[in-house]
């Protein structure tokens, strides 16, 4: 009975304007019982309350069968808002991803549906004939969410510059990597747009960190625990900023169904689990005891497995079979979810300019997004596959 008292909607308990609650939880007495039941032919459920709130006297809730069947513990499980994430090489990617047309993102809700789905389950969507506009990624970002500013700006140029504060501002090498992870709240997702293409080098590289995580399933459990416990520090102390934040590579739990797919993926709180690699962005291990066991020999021991496990995540990540690589061309614009989603860049001369624009929106607005179109368009709940493992 708590439950279904708390879930009511009617305009007594949720505002009609804010749709916010008007009551508190904590109020609802645990006594409370049913006055009467009252059902319709409809399959409505109108449910009159007894020993109610204090002022909610006489306060009749009525649910549809849809929300009964929708909440139900046996069904509440098995439904999602969007599809399933599902794991990728290159073949895969290549075989299975679309590029949509930079006007039709931004005038068609069914395209933009499409698009986002598509940046859910694969992790990385593309956008073609995007104007040579600054404030073109802009419109794209804004599609998605609001624009998440950081000490790099709203929006921001990736491009050789001389005393680079960052590596990516250079024309060198750049290893798989993903961003910001030296905040206690990285950006979720990252938008990179080619304004001018180099000549010679700067290809784009990207791995699935969760394909990564899925063939670890072949090799030791004790590889994945490792990669679990074991924190590590990430820090950026340069022109003016200290950040720095330790986490570890794997965060929660991440579930398969028979085929590869995932069914779900949560930390202990509920939020969705979470991968973090960032080698060039990477602080010193630490070897003082407040961290730990105050025995060197052990914490040498715990440094010597992390590494051996990092080693083969590493393997996994630069596998020739699992790398996209593609010469962003001007016009072309990425859009990848920045905690699965590895990316690198090959070194390119020094005399040939390579300019891409960069954003960043938060995985809570891509989220949003995409519900408020599945309502929009009518897009059904999914049931996703039955569940075949977990680690």
């Not at 009525?62 to 069947?69: G, I, K, M, R, V």
């Not at 398969?256 to 939020?271: F, L």
Request: hydrophobic share 35%.
């Amino acid at each position: 009975m708590l439950y279904l008292r708390d879930a009511c909607s009617c305009s007594r308990c949720i505002d009609p304007s804010t749709s916010q609650k008007l009551f508190e939880s904590a109020d609802i007495p645990l006594d409370i019982n049913v006055e009467k039941v009252h059902y319709l032919s409809d399959g409505t459920v109108q449910i009159t309350w007894a020993n109610d709130i204090a002022g909610y006297e006489h306060h009749t809730s009525t649910f549809s069968s849809a929300f009964l069947q929708r909440t139900s513990s046996a069904t509440a499980e098995s439904l999602r808002s969007f599809p399933q994430r599902v794991p990728w090489d290159r073949a895969t990617i290549a075989g299975h991803s679309k590029c949509f047309a930079y006007d039709d993102f931004l005038s068609s809700s069914k395209i933009l549906h499409e698009a986002l789905n598509q940046l859910h389950c694969y992790g990385m969507v593309f956008v073609q004939s995007v104007p040579s506009d600054v404030a073109a990624i802009e419109r794209i970002a804004e599609k998605i969410g609001p624009l998440r500013n950081t000490f790099y700006g709203s929006t921001w140029d990736v491009r050789s510059i001389p005393s680079a504060k960052n590596i990516a501002y250079t024309s060198q090498d750049l290893g798989f990597h993903m961003d910001l992870l030296y905040m206690a709240n990285p950006p979720g997702v990252q938008i990179l747009h080619a304004m001018k293409a180099s000549s010679r080098g700067g290809e784009s590289l990207f791995s699935d960190g969760m394909r990564a995580l899925y063939n670890l399933r072949n090799e030791p459990p004790e590889t994945l625990s490792v990669l679990r416990r074991h924190r590590v520090a990430y820090i950026y102390n340069n022109d003016g900023q200290w950040y720095q934040y330790r986490r570890p590579t794997v965060e929660g739990a991440f579930h398969w169904d028979r085929y590869g797919c995932e069914v779900s993926c949560t930390n202990e709180n509920g939020s969705e689990a979470n991968l973090s690699w960032s080698p060039p962005f990477q602080a010193p291990f630490d070897y003082s005891p407040r961290y730990g066991t105050s025995q060197p020999e052990s914490r040498l021991t715990n440094l010597s497995d992390y590494i051996k496990a990092a080693n083969l995540f590493k393997s996994l990540l630069e596998n020739p079979e699992a790398v996209f690589e593609t010469k962003m061309q001007e016009g072309t614009c990425v859009i990848f979810d920045n905690r699965r989603i590895l990316h690198a860049r090959k070194a390119y001369t020094g005399d040939s300019e390579r300019w891409l624009r960069g954003a960043y929106v938060d995985k809570d607005a891509l989220k949003s997004r995409l519900r408020v179109l599945n309502e929009e368009l009518g897009v059904p709940e999914l049931r996703p596959a039955g569940m075949r493992g977990s680690f």
